[in-house]
Antibody, heavy 128, light 107 residues
Framework: EVQLVESGGGLVQPGGSLRLSCAASEFTFSNHWMTWVRQAPGKGLEWVANINQDGSEKNYVDSVKGRFSISRDTGKNSVYLQMNSLRAEDTAVYYC???????????????????????WGKGTTVTV | DIQMTQSPSSLSASVGDRVTITCRASQSINSHLNWYQQKPGRAPNLLIYSVSSLQSGVPSRFSGTGSGTYFTLTITSLQPEDFAIYYCQQSYLTPRTFGQGTRVEVK
């Protein structure tokens, strides 16, 4: 069964650090972008960061730039989120998700990929 | 960043009802629009990608339409298991922002 399992959450003081891990299984990890999404208590979903297949491209939401770092280890089929200088507003459940791309080529000649998150982990809770 | 705005924020409906949720983007996102369902205490679940493509295993009572900046998710004949929160998400540009969610509640 295709699966993502997050770990590393916990209680941390403001200004502290945590490293979240997400272990992937039963799919070719190196073929996929991977994403972290978070959800503060009682709030909606917030896209946090993603990383491409070889780790050469990373993107972040502005609120975590300079504090969070996403990385991956293909040998361990894992993606990580290093979180530094944590703030109370970083308190959330953090989900890891697999990105899947669907190629398109439209009549105007534009082509590319539609990306969507088709597999999610159960989440790990971070409390700051 | 692209802002995604859903309406309504919540709605009450009965089993068997037809429900429509709208999602507007602050700029054109072509067809880079996904819909997710989330139940309490659970991770989100992909329903629809690229506006109207139904994810494998998702019932056909779910459908999506739209392009550019205006999109809809429709549930025909609401079932008990459909009471949940629904989120749209654009994947046109990073950050790949979500709408604020629409809670579908029992009437």
């Amino acid at each position: 069964e295709v699966q993502l399992v997050e770990s590393g959450g916990g209680l941390v003081q403001p200004g502290g650090s945590l490293r979240l891990s997400c272990a992937a299984s039963e799919f070719t990890f190196s073929n996929h972008w991977m994403t972290w999404v978070r959800q503060a208590p009682g709030k909606g979903l917030e896209w946090v960061a993603n990383i491409n297949q070889d780790g050469s491209e990373k993107n972040y939401v502005d609120s975590v730039k300079g504090r969070f770092s996403i990385s991956r280890d293909t040998g361990k089929n894992s993606v990580y989120l290093q979180m530094n200088s944590l703030r109370a507003e970083d308190t959330a459940v953090y989900y890891c998700a697999r990105d899947l791309g669907s190629f398109y080529y439209d009549t105007s000649g534009e082509n590319g990929y539609y990306y969507y998150m088709d597999v999610w982990g159960k989440g790990t809770t971070v409390t700051v | 960043d692209i802002q995604m705005t859903q309406s309504p924020s919540s709605l009450s409906a009965s089993v068997g009802d037809r429900v429509t949720i709208t999602c507007r983007a602050s700029q054109s996102i072509n067809s880079h629009l996904n819909w997710y369902q989330q139940k309490p205490g659970r991770a989100p679940n992909l329903l629809i990608y690229s506006v109207s493509s139904l994810q494998s295993g998702v019932p056909s009572r779910f459908s999506g339409t739209g392009s550019g900046t205006y999109f809809t998710l429709t549930i025909t004949s609401l079932q008990p298991e459909d009471f949940a929160i629904y989120y749209c998400q654009q994947s046109y540009l990073t950050p790949r922002t979500f709408g604020q969610g629409t809670r579908v509640e029992v009437k």
